[in-house]
């Protein structure tokens, strides 16, 4: 075993020209170039398991992942981080990914454009696009499918000229938003930004999912190196327990208390650097009394032992509706299918940990809180709850974040951060760890299904009976919801006569389940699905004609009893639009999947919607365009100022974009598909108020949009519920080799309304693919029989690399949403609702085995017979 260097020691090398020398400590060369040398183009998105290539740089003119690069092998060496690259250099990269829409969250692109420039500074225009998927291996994308981050790189191998031109108004092809700062890593996330006399934190979990917390020693972590302050529980002022719905989610574990799940906190450790911090959290020393862990979601609802501290039921939710006489429709129907269906759960693996810096003002008693997540004025909220102070206390600002698709929601550590930065009275930042951010936040649902669905001899649809059981894991998070979701979508884009659904959501001690795009509405329908392919095998007919047989039409009752409006239009243009392509297939022997489905934009159910936006005239001519919606990567700050554009006819240059809870404009979660629909339409009421004041300088131009007209689900006495104010749709085809049962395209026909800004909806849908491939067939999040994830790095989690991605062709139609602005509907979650179904759909034409379980195997795999 190799002795560690002494902590005095340094070690020095050359970074963009300039020698440096750095402390030989640091447990990677990453961490010295960002937490010593402040250089943060190079990203830490999993060090240092370096499975993501978002800390890519070069030494000695070779591309390194830096997260597995010593600092003592770095003596000596020329390093390069996107920083010193030459600015003509950068600013054809950063042209290129903005033009092409190669980036959405942006925090994989810095690393990624130091991979393509090793590979085109070696071949230069010889560089071909298959090469470079496969040199990205060493990297990952969550968001954009990597099909326009290939079109970038080969537009700067081949000296492409590209348009880098802002977006003009609605339907306009724009750059988005900041993206060519984000292209090269200028634009900082949390964990980027740095404050003078700024603390680091590291939190301390727990050992147990299920267990009493006898005692905590912290004597050890606070005699450590370079550490402040140590707090727990018992320095809470406020309220312990935090959440979006319920408020069942303790901050800590304090002594006397329960676990509940593997990503409990018990601790946070304050220290001068990160390193000490996460040290000296690691001495902390816990004593517990560890009992039977609850991890069967059916047993537990029958389980005499509660799985969770607190509650008083294993049962979080029942989601329950019926129409007609289904059990007379089956008797009746010439065909019917009863199946049991099995989804996965599935872990996020957005790029960016969860990051939180928390700065007081000591000359007037506020705090600012720098926040990724995903609704910053819940964060205020839950935070002044915590510190048991007034709401004007706090402000928190939104960090354009590094990806979420539903992950970011609850909060991580922002409660933690802000309590030790109220206490010090000091900035504290706190960053999570991979492992920590994987232990930590809410997943997706795995769900059980059994579904039987009948149908005439013509093959139209009498009924549908489904009965679902959802692992919600140990808080509530928006698990009740998501299970409601899955009921209400559980017939699909279809007219049913008769039905009869019901969903429960179960606590158990495994990892908490909540939002992630779709929402329960994408396992719903992996379902729906499969039992329409099989009984149009029954019947003798295809799959895109026994879906053209049963579409839901403008007038007809959907699901939970909704009466479908002109919106609907859109699921039968897009299985119209697919037909050319699903019949070429065919034609050519190909194995052929089809999916159809659709998507709610919004919360619907009943609540009351609310967005605000405030649009600014300031002096210095520029205009503040303020709104309620956390940027991800999906564009709604684009969107923003596509909107003020199209309405006060001004150039995009002029536009700012801003989220801070300074105005009270946000009112919930950026979720539901409904970020560009809200944001749109109270930006587009806000420009609409400053017409009519001359639009004036130093003024505040409200616009308020309010979606109130939806019902509960199984609403008592209501019988045709408005479930839901707007849905998308769309169409996907899987075509494959028969024999190889490998994908060879991806076609995606969706329907979203009105294309806000078409580039950025095309990377929305293509993104969604990749993500919907690999719930289909790769992707798993499992746990063990002690409530612990069993696949605990990037790799592990089985997501789809560059190299095994196949061509997805994309088109879009239009069929407006009637009472939403310009007629627009939701693309972000869609887009992975048609793919598993189609996936499975295809590998029975490929073998004839029909796929019950996700994740699917092809080529004859027992475990999904």
């Known amino acids: 075993m190799t002795a560690s260097p002494p902590l005095d020691t340094k070690v020095s090398f050359t970074v963009n020209g300039q020698p440096v020398s750095v402390a030989s400590d640091h447990p990677h060369l990453l961490a010295a170039l960002r937490d010593e040398l402040n250089i943060t183009s190079a990203k830490d998105g999993c060090s240092p398991s370096g499975q993501c290539g978002c800390c890519t740089i070069m030494i000695d003119g070779k591309a390194q992942v830096s997260c597995q690069y010593s600092v003592a092998k770095a003596e000596g060496k020329n390093i390069t981080t996107l920083e010193g690259v030459d ?203 560890v009992h039977r862990p609850i991890v069967d979601a059916h047993a537990a609802i029958e389980d005499t032992e509660i799985a969770v501290a607190g509650t008083t039921d294993n049962v979080l939710s029942r989601s329950e509706y019926a129409r007609g006489d289904v059990d007379a429709a089956l008797s009746v129907s010439a065909f019917s299918v009863t199946e049991t269906f099995q989804t996965q759960r599935i872990e996020h693996a957005f790029l960016e940990p969860e990051a939180t810096l928390a700065v007081p003002n000591t000359a007037d008693g506020t705090m600012h809180v720098y926040s990724g997540g995903q609704g910053v004025w819940d964060d205020r909220d839950q935070i002044c709850a915590v510190l048991n102070v007034p709401t004007d206390k706090v402000t928190v600002e939104l960090v354009s974040n590094g990806g979420a698709f539903g992950g970011k929601e609850d909060m991580s550590n922002q409660a933690q951060t802000a309590l030790a930065a109220w206490l010090l009275q000091k900035p504290v930042s706190c960053t999570l760890s991979r492992e920590e951010s994987l232990l930590m936040h809410a997943k997706r649902h795995p769900i059980h299904m059994v579904y039987t669905v009948g149908a005439t001899a013509e093959g139209k649809i009498t009924a549908v009976r489904a009965r679902m059981v959802g692992d919600s894991g140990a808080y509530a998070s928006v698990g009740m919801k998501v299970l409601e979701r899955a009921a209400g979508h559980a017939t699909g884009p279809y007219h049913t006569p008769a039905v009869d659904v019901s969903s429960i959501a179960v606590r158990t001690n495994n990892p908490v389940c909540g939002a992630f795009r779709g929402f329960g509405a994408n396992q719903a329908q992996f379902a729906m699905e499969g039992c329409l392919d099989r009984l149009a095998e029954q019947i003798g007919i295809s799959g895109w004609e026994i879906r053209k047989r049963n579409v839901i039409h403008p007038g007809e009752v959907w699901g939970p009893g909704q009466i479908m409006d002109d919106g609907c239009l859109g699921a039968e243009e897009c299985l119209d639009t697919i037909k050319s392509a699903y019949d070429v297939a065919v034609a050519e022997g190909k194995a052929v999947g089809l999916g159809l489905g659709l998507k709610n934009s919004g919360l619907g159910n009943g609540f009351r919607e609310i967005a605000r936006a405030v649009v600014h005239f300031r002096a210095d001519d520029i205009v503040e365009v303020r709104h309620g919606w956390t940027e991800m990567g999906q564009g709604v700050h684009t969107v923003a100022l596509q909107v003020a554009v199209e309405e006060l006819g001004i150039e995009s240059s002029r536009i700012r974009v801003i989220v801070d809870t300074t105005r009270q404009l946000g009112f919930g979660q950026t979720t539901g598909s409904r970020g560009t629909l809200m944001a749109a339409a109270s930006v587009k009421l806000a420009c609409e108020e400053a017409k009519k004041a001359s639009c004036a300088v130093g003024v505040d131009y409200m616009g308020e949009y309010v979606i109130d007209w939806t019902q509960h689900l199984g609403e008592p006495g209501v019988e045709n519920p408005t479930i839901h104010s707007a849905f998308g749709y769309a169409a996907q085809l899987v075509v494959m080799d028969k024999t190889t049962q490998e994908i060879e395209k991806v076609v995606a026909v969706h329907d979203v309304g009105r294309a806000v800004n078409p580039t950025l909806c095309e990377g929305q849908i293509e993104g969604a693919v990749h993500m919907g491939l690999g719930y289909a067939l790769s992707e798993n999040f499992p746990s063990n029989e002690l409530g612990f994830p069993t696949n605990m790095t990037l790799r592990s989690l089985g997501i789809i690399r560059p190299k095994d991605m196949p061509p997805i062709e994309v088109t879009m139609v239009e069929c407006p949403q009637p009472r939403s602005p310009y007629g627009i509907k939701g693309v972000g979650e869609i887009g992975l609702v048609p793919t598993a179904p189609a996936v499975a759909a295809a590998l029975h034409n490929a073998d004839g085995m029909w796929r019950t379980t996700l994740p699917m195997k092809p080529k004859n795999n027992d475990s999904n017979e």
């Open 87 to 289: 600015e003509a250099e950068r600013q054809q990269y950063a042209d290129a990914f903005a033009a092409c829409g190669g980036l959405q969250c942006g925090f994989c692109i810095p690393g990624i454009v130091m991979r393509a420039k090793s590979q085109i500074d070696k071949k230069g225009a010889d560089l071909k696009r298959e090469d470079m998927a496969r040199h990205l291996g060493a990297h990952l994308c969550r968001c954009t499918g990597y099909v326009k981050v290939l079109d970038a790189i080969e537009a700067v191998a081949q000296g492409t000229p590209v348009d880098v031109s802002m977006p003009s108004g609605i339907g306009s092809r724009g750059t988005k938003y900041e993206a060519s700062a984000l292209a090269l890593g200028d634009r900082g996330y949390v964990d980027d930004i740095r404050v003078p006399g700024m603390l680091h934190a590291a939190l301390h979990l727990t050992a147990h999912v299920r267990a009493d917390i006898v005692s905590i020693d912290s004597s050890a972590a606070l005699a450590a190196s370079g550490v402040t302050a140590v707090f727990t529980a018992a320095d809470v002022p406020g309220d312990l327990r935090v959440g979006i719905i319920y408020k069942d989610w303790p901050v800590f574990i304090g002594v006397g208390e329960r676990t509940s799940y593997a990503g409990d906190v018990l601790a946070i450790v304050v220290a001068n650097t990160r390193r000490e911090a996460r040290a000296a959290a690691a001495l902390i020393q816990v004593e517990y009394n």
